[in-house]
């Protein structure tokens, strides 16, 4: 089983609403990692999470916050976002953060911002 | 400049063989990856390839790996219409970097 699930598949919100994005595996993944993909463009690093300790923030605005409850699952806290924001956000998994590690990637997120 | 580079369009006709191409700039990259991305969809790990091999073969998948020239081909024999897509290469020196991604047309 290498699935990646996502929800949810599409999410609408105004500039002033509060929603969460999660992701969740279960094939005992310890490291997870959030994208942000825009249109016609490849998928931008976010976060990097492993063993449920953010490892890696790419300067992200602190209007994306993330949280790695458990091993499993890995949300994403959105806040004030602006209309820019809206994108495509896709979370993926590896078995560890070396660089031999494969990814594998959910569905994704649709998210417009209005 | 990009780590990764990528033509951005391809178009084939069915049944013809596709090759899309990749060029890459850090030699330190371990693995190399391809993914397909259907319209609305998220990444689909489609094949990689470890750095100390030429050629991986998968059914209608050839990946070619010139390591010398930091070059990476995927083939796709008998290219159907479900083939069309945006194909993203990627290497994984570091942080996955991803190419812009070559778009597929398979015409009928």
């Not at chain 1, 500039?15 to 279960?26: A, I, V």
């Not at chain 1, 463009?41 to 790419?58: A, D, G, Q, T």
């Not at chain 2, 400049?1 to 990259?29: A, K, P």
């Not at chain 2, 390591?67 to 942080?95: M, P, V």
Request: aromatic share 10%; proline share 5%.
């Amino acid at each position: 089983d290498t699935e990646v699930t996502q929800t949810p598949k599409h999410l609408v919100m105004g500039m002033t609403n509060k929603k969460s994005l999660k992701c969740e595996q279960h094939m005992g993944h310890r490291a997870m990692y959030w994208y942000k993909q825009k249109a016609k463009k490849p998928p931008e690093l976010m976060f990097v999470y492993s063993y449920e300790k953010l490892s890696i923030n790419e300067s992200v605005p602190s209007r994306f916050s993330p949280e790695c409850p458990n091993s499993s699952l890995l949300n994403l806290h959105l806040h004030a976002l602006q209309p820019e924001d809206s994108a495509l956000y896709l979370c993926a998994s590896s078995q560890g953060l070396a660089d031999q590690e494969t990814q594998y990637f959910g569905p994704g997120t649709r998210l417009l911002v209005l | 400049g990009e780590d990764v580079e990528q033509s951005l369009f391809l178009s084939v006709r069915e049944g013809d063989s596709s090759v899309i191409n990749c060029t890459y700039t850090d030699s330190s990259s371990t693995y190399l990856y391809w993914y397909k991305q259907e319209p609305g969809a998220g990444l689909q790990l489609l094949t990689y390839i470890f750095s100390n091999m030429d050629m991986k073969q998968d059914q209608r998948l050839t990946v070619l790996l010139n390591k010398k020239d930091k070059h990476l081909s995927l083939r796709i024999a008998d290219t159907q219409t479900g083939d069309s897509a945006i194909y993203f290469c990627a290497e994984s020196a570091n942080d996955m970097r991803f190419g812009a991604g070559t778009r597929l047309t398979v015409k009928p």
